[in-house]
């Protein structure tokens, strides 16, 4: 079985950079994504990690460490269309097709 | 863009009736998912398919079952609903089995059973 883990609510301050952190237990790790989520919205594709180190891709960095199980999303330049839920997936080899165990995700309030 | 489709956003039905989620996609994907999505409990998987005619069972299959009849298409349904399952539900579609491919959502559905 697979135990994802990410704080459950964060606030930040427009303009600053925030980080948010996962955490994953998986007997077949094989790859891990992050996805963005307005309020109402359906969730939308941010990044993916399967090699240790950083994914930058704009604002948005994303971060893995497979021997730690650990994976961060850094928004850098926050901007109040920001808030939103964001949510971490893991993908575990051991699981047939592109199945994907996702964690409770972390809701982020932006305030001016 | 890969386009997603569920039927409705809204829907609102009563205790022992049959409910049909349809959801429709137009990348020629092979692989297609429904999860439902509860405050705390984020987003879990009920069913999943690999191929036009298979289905797998995910986290929570009790209740529920589906039907993939053409590639584009992957229907959830509640034999007969029952008050737990409201909820938000969410379909999505990936391109084959590489593990770089994202899943690509719909914008759910929010089904009320009274």
């Known amino acids: 079985g697979q135990n994802i883990d990410q704080p459950t609510e964060m606030t930040a301050t427009e303009g600053a950079i925030v980080q948010i952190n996962c955490t994953y237990q998986?007997?077949?790790?094989?790859?891990l994504f992050w996805y963005q989520q307005h309020a109402g919205e359906a969730p939308t594709f941010l990044s993916y990690?399967?090699?240790?180190g950083l994914e930058e891709k704009g604002r948005f960095s994303s971060f893995l460490s497979r021997s730690k199980g650990y994976s961060y999303l850094l928004l850098k330049e926050l901007q109040m269309k920001d808030s939103a839920s964001y949510l971490c997936?893991?993908?575990?080899?051991?699981?047939?097709?592109?199945?994907?165990?996702f964690g409770g995700g972390t809701r982020l309030m932006v305030k001016p | 863009d890969v386009k997603v489709t569920q039927s409705s956003r809204y829907l609102v039905k009563r205790t022992g009736e049959k409910v049909f989620l349809e959801c429709v996609q137009d990348?020629?994907?092979?692989?297609m998912f429904w999860y439902r999505q509860d405050p705390g409990l984020g987003l879990r998987l009920i069913y999943f398919?690999?191929?036009?005619?298979?289905?797998e069972k995910g986290d929570i299959p009790e209740g529920y079952s589906v039907s993939r009849e053409k590639k584009e298409r992957f229907s959830l349904i509640l034999e007969s609903a029952s008050t737990n399952q409201t909820s938000m539900y969410l379909c999505?579609?990936?391109?084959?089995?590489?593990?770089?491919?994202?899943?690509?959502f719909g914008d759910g559905t929010r089904l009320s059973i009274l």
């Open positions: 999505a579609s990936s391109l084959g089995t590489d593990s770089n491919q994202p899943q690509h």
């Open positions: 998986t007997s077949g790790f094989n790859g």
């Open positions: 990690n399967v090699l240790d």
């Open positions: 997936a893991v993908r575990d080899a051991n699981n047939a097709g592109n199945m994907l165990t």
């Open positions: 990348m020629d994907h092979e692989n």
């Open positions: 398919s690999y191929d036009v005619k298979m289905k």
